[in-house]
């Protein structure tokens, strides 16, 4: 073995895909996640890692509360786009639904039913920093199954949602996650996709 890591490793560990929403006291908000995991039973707690660049870390840091929507396979790319490559900070993600439009849990967040098979309110009980995320250990006050559809996975997601890239000319990296084409001949180390905020690893060579 070559003692050298390769990230396309780690798509082989299976995530989910989930809409966490929040609000600010001002207006709700909403963004997608895929490090999701539940970790005791008894009593019930989940870990969300979230990134630091993201506007739904700082409101989560300041309320301690969130929902997390499972999304299920029937979520086109539309919803990946509207929560996950806009922020929050100068979007209103939610302006164009209504209040009779929207369902709200007990802690008074918003629950998005369209496109996710289930909903789970979660309560900060501690915060891990891991350098660009942030880890929520949660434990979980209210939980709801909306349809018996199947979850979204992070390998249906890239193999069946995310529109494969265009053939191109040009000379640069592509972003595995979103399509982001950077065009130059080095990528630097520390470079994040202005679109879906990952970093230089999910990116590949044009090819």
Known sequence: MSGKIDVNAFYNIE??????TSNDGKKDNGCIVNAVNQVTNDPARIAVAINKKNYSCDIIKDTGIM?????????PFDVFKHFGFVSGRDTDKFADKEDKETER????????????????????????DLGTHAMFICSVTEAEVVSDEESMTYSHYLCN?????EEVSKKGFVCKVCGYVYESDTLPPDFICPLCKHGASDF???K
């Open 15 to 20: 995530y989910g895909l989930y809409i966490v």
């Open 161 to 165: 949602v995310k529109p494969k890239p």
């Open 67 to 75: 929902n997390l929507c499972c999304l299920s396979k029937s979520a």
């Open 204 to 206: 590949e060579p044009i």
């Open 105 to 128: 849990s007990q802690n008074g967040l918003i629950i998005v039913k369209e496109h996710t098979n289930a909903f789970m309110s979660l309560k900060t009980e501690s915060i891990v």
